[in-house]
C-alpha cells in the first residue's frame, strides 16, 4: 500500500469541514459543561442534604456510566418519549452534560479551598449569597481552576470521535466515510491523526504554562 497525495488531496476539504465541526462542539459543549459544572457544584454544598445527596448521586450516575451510552440515549432513546434532537445538538449536550459531572469537582474543590475568613468578611459587609459568591468567592477561587478547567477542554476535544455514533459529521467521521466509500483508509485516518496531533500538542503546552502561571507561590 502506497501513500497517495491525491487522496490527501481529495479528502481534504471534507476533512476540514470536519475539523471545523469539531472544534464548534468542544467549545460549545465545554461551555455548557463550565456552566452546568458551577451549578452542580454549589448545589452539591447547599445546605438542604436531601438537595445535595440527588444532585451528588445524579452527577456520580452520569460520571460512572460511558460518554458513547448517553450520546445514545440522547439521540436514539429520547425520541420514543417525543423529543427529538438534532445530531449536532444531541452531540454538544451529551458532552457538556457528561463533562459537567467532572467540571463540578474542580469548581467545588476551588470555591472549598477560599479561607473561611472571606465567607465570614462577606457575611459582616450583609452581601447575600449572591453577592458572596460572585464578588468575594468565584474571583478567588478561579484561577486555580483554569489548568483543570483547560486539560478537561482538551480531553474533551480527543473525545469528540464519539459523536460519530450519533451521525455528526465531525473530524473523525468524515474520514470515516470518505475512507469506507472510496476503500481508503491510510491517508484520512493518518490525516485524523496529524489533525489532532496539531491541535492537541499546542493545546497542552498552553495548558502546562497555565498550570505553572496559576501555581501558588509557596510551590513554585
Known amino acids: ?4 497525495w491525491t487522496v490527501v488531496l481529495d479528502v481534504m476539504p471534507k476533512m476540514l469541514a470536519g475539523l471545523v465541526i469539531t472544534i464548534q462542539a468542544t467549545f460549545i459543549g465545554a461551555i455548557l459543561a ?3 459544572g458551577l451549578m452542580l457544584a454549589i448545589l452539591k454544598m447547599s445546605k438542604s442534604k436531601p438537595l445535595a445527596f440527588s444532585v451528588y448521586w445524579s452527577s456520580e450516575f452520569v460520571r460512572r456510566t460511558p460518554l458513547l451510552v ?3 440515549f440522547l439521540f436514539y432513546v429520547l425520541p420514543d418519549f417525543g423529543i427529538f ?17 467532572y ?8 470555591i472549598e479551598n477560599v479561607p473561611k475568613g472571606q465567607w465570614e468578611a462577606a457575611k459582616s459587609l450583609n452581601y447575600t449569597p449572591y453577592q458572596t459568591m460572585r464578588y468575594v468567592i468565584l474571583p478567588q477561587a478561579i484561577p486555580p481552576m483554569i489548568p483543570p478547567l483547560a486539560n478537561y477542554l482538551i480531553t474533551m ?5 464519539l459523536l460519530a455514533a450519533i451521525t455528526v459529521v465531525e473530524l473523525f467521521n468524515a474520514a470515516n466515510i470518505y475512507s469506507n466509500s472510496n476503500y481508503k483508509y491510510l491517508e484520512p485516518m493518518t490525516l485524523v491523526g496529524v489533525f489532532f496531533l496539531l491541535v492537541s500538542v499546542p493545546a497542552a503546552i498552553a495548558a ?8 501558588p507561590e509557596e510551590v513554585r
Open 1 to 4: 500500500m502506497e501513500w497517495s
Open 34 to 36: 463550565y456552566v452546568l
Open 70 to 72: 448517553q450520546l445514545y
Open 85 to 101: 434532537l438534532e445530531p449536532f445538538t444531541a452531540g454538544v449536550l451529551g458532552l457538556g452534560i457528561h463533562f459537567s459531572t
Open 103 to 110: 467540571t463540578s469537582e474542580v469548581f467545588r474543590a476551588g
Open 157 to 161: 476535544f480527543k473525545e469528540t470521535p
Open 208 to 215: 502546562n504554562r497555565l498550570e505553572q502561571k496559576f501555581k
